[in-house]
């Protein structure tokens, strides 16, 4: 008897162009968060932020599905069949409806933020909340349905990538405010109050993005040979200075430190650093969860 061996070199089948799917909605659903604390939740503090923080909810989720458009080829009638053809048991169904409903009702809540109408601010601002978290959450979802990678398959992804987009989404508007206060307004005076605060719900959330990985990882290192083979994937093989280092120390632990010491929190050197730090670690974070969760082969 002889024994064919085929030379077939093993693939992922997603890409980066998802994790920057990931990355844009997780930053929209994430300003979009913030521009509803003051006319949603009625923390005036936060006003100063929340028409651009709708601006940049909108104009981030227009882009995110380019990304997955890209990926899969561009074919608009499988899009179409999404809303012909809707699947109950497919998270995906879910996903393209969301992913209308979302910008549509934030180009209606912006509107009405524009023309001064408080009221209807308020209500549209109200029902984006769900519809924020359920479009990022839902991408964490899809990956938690990936049963057979063990990575991916945690009812905490969604939590863990609705986080990483509060974490990420506010960083972003930490920048944005710095910028337009300093170049785009009459005074050239930035809002230290609102920074302050931004930071200060930063670092806390930072606090519970870092526990979330730490869950994960320590039920993977403790559980099935398969999921204890990928967490030492990460931690110690070859995505271990993605994962350790740029995700987690560069884009978390570093910028905690940063906005939690009072003296480095109200420095903008530091602050801008620790935003762009987080940012990078968070997209860092993207693309280890979809390429390191399936680049082990499956046994």
């Given amino acids: 008897m002889g024994k064919v ?5 093993y693939q992922t089948t997603l890409a980066f162009l998802i994790s920057y799917y990931f990355y844009c909605t997780g ?3 994430g300003s979009f968060m913030i521009s509803t604390l003051s006319y949603g939740f009625g923390f005036k503090k936060f006003k100063p932020a929340s028409k651009m923080g709708v601006v940049a909810a909108v104009l981030l989720l227009l882009l995110a599905p ?3 458009l890209m990926q899969v080829g ?3 009638k499988s899009v179409w069949n999404h809303f012909v053809y809707f699947n109950p048991m497919s998270a995906m169904s879910y996903g393209a409806f969301l992913l209308m409903l979302y910008p549509l009702n934030s180009i209606i809540y912006g509107i009405f933020m ?9 209500i549209f601002g109200l029902i984006g909340i769900p519809l924020a978290l359920a479009v990022h959450g839902y991408t ?5 349905l990936g049963v057979a990678r063990d990575y991916w398959n945690t009812g905490l992804m969604p939590i863990v990538f609705l986080f990483s987009a509060m974490v990420s989404g506010i960083s972003m508007m930490i920048l944005l405010i710095i910028i337009r206060d300093r170049f785009f307004t009459k005074e050239k005076v930035i809002n230290h109050d609102l920074i302050d605060s931004l930071a200060k719900i930063l ?6 993005d870092l526990f979330l990985v730490f869950c994960d990882y320590s039920v993977l290192l403790y559980s099935k040979l398969e ?7 990460m931690l110690f093989g070859k995505m271990s200075f993605w994962f350790v280092i740029v995700e987690n120390l560069i884009g978390k632990v570093i910028p905690m430190i940063i906005v939690f010491i009072p003296g480095m929190r109200r420095s903008y050197f530091w602050l801008i650093l620790a935003a762009l730090m987080n940012m990078a670690g968070i997209l860092a974070m993207r693309i280890v969860t979809v390429y390191g969760g399936q680049a082990l082969p499956l046994m």
């Fill in 27 to 29: 930053l929209s659903a």
């Fill in 227 to 233: 999921a204890q083979e990928v967490a030492h994937f």
């Fill in 66 to 68: 380019q990304f997955l």
């Fill in 5 to 9: 061996v085929f030379d077939v070199q």
């Fill in 203 to 208: 670092a806390w959330l930072l606090v519970v």
């Fill in 74 to 76: 561009w074919p608009i």
């Fill in 114 to 122: 524009f023309k001064g109408n408080m009221k209807m601010t308020k």
């Fill in 140 to 144: 964490g979802w899809i990956l938690a």
